[in-house]
DNA sequence: TAAACATATGATAATATATTCATATGAATG
DNA sequence: CATTCATATGAATATATTATCATATGTTTA
């Protein structure tokens, strides 16, 4: 993480936002809305995972788990590489932890 | 909005988040997640609004609405007022904004 | 190169969700 | 107090989504 935001940021940013950007961010949101997938990132906040490791944190089959992956690194909010038959998978960049650290903070006060 | 978001305060936000709290997050974003809401709360970002208006900003029946409305206000994101017939619904605090601008970065940058 | 291992994928079934339609509730007004 | 206006709600339908099962793909190793 490297930006700091404020009131003058976030203002900034939400001005002149149009119905096609609202609708890619809700297909955003919409990604973050799935238990097993939010428990995913969660579960990468400690660094690169194969998949195997992922369905043991999880305690979930396979199949769903690699289901899951897919929808979230079409979405770039992980990436992967392979090593030997593994599939590694890890965050694609910071705003997965912010935008769960903004989550978090709203459900905290509600 | 009334606070800096920064890297320490982010990575202090995002431990020990509970399996629990995890799944009370999932239903957050989820309600973040469609783009009738989504725009719903980007209406509101002008100020309070009742039901007629935000259906004419949206171009939708006044039924779809409330439904959503109904939702966003069970998650705690909108208020309401009773103002003679007219009910009006505002944002119910300033996380709405944080959150959909933090989204609004990636969406951009991906 | 056949077998074993790790992951991905397609089809299916079960469940959840959004919108519409019809109608109910609640407030203002003639 | 009957009517109109504004909003809410319940039921039904249509659509989307998730997990599971079976199997395919790709990689290593005996």
Same mark, same amino acid.
């Given at each position: 993480?490297s930006?700091n935001?404020?009131?003058k940021?976030?203002?900034?940013?939400?001005?002149?936002?149009? +119905?096609?950007?609202? #609708?890619?961010?809700?297909?955003?949101?919409? !990604?973050?809305?799935? *238990?097993?997938? &939010? /428990?995913?990132?969660?579960?990468?906040?400690?660094?690169?995972?194969?998949?195997?490791?992922?369905?043991?944190?999880? +305690?979930?089959?396979? #199949?769903?788990?690699?289901?899951?992956?897919k !929808?979230?690194?079409? *979405?770039?909010? &992980? /990436?992967?590489?392979?090593?030997?038959?593994?599939?590694?998978?890890?965050?694609?960049?910071d705003?997965?932890?912010?935008?769960?650290?903004?989550?978090?903070?709203?459900?905290?006060?509600?």
């Amino acid at each position: 993480m490297s930006e700091n935001y404020d009131d003058k940021k976030i203002d900034h940013l939400v001005r002149n936002v149009s +119905e096609d950007e609202l #609708s890619d961010l809700a297909e955003l949101f919409k !990604i973050f809305g799935d *238990s097993t997938r &939010i /428990k995913i990132l969660y579960d990468l906040f400690d660094g690169e995972k194969n998949v195997s490791e992922i369905c043991e944190d999880l +305690e979930m089959n396979q #199949s769903a788990i690699s289901h899951q992956l897919k !929808i979230l690194k079409t *979405s770039k909010l &992980i /990436k992967s590489r392979r090593d030997g038959k593994a599939m590694i998978y890890s965050l694609a960049d910071d705003h997965v932890k912010v935008i769960i650290a903004m989550g978090k903070e709203h459900v905290e006060e509600g």
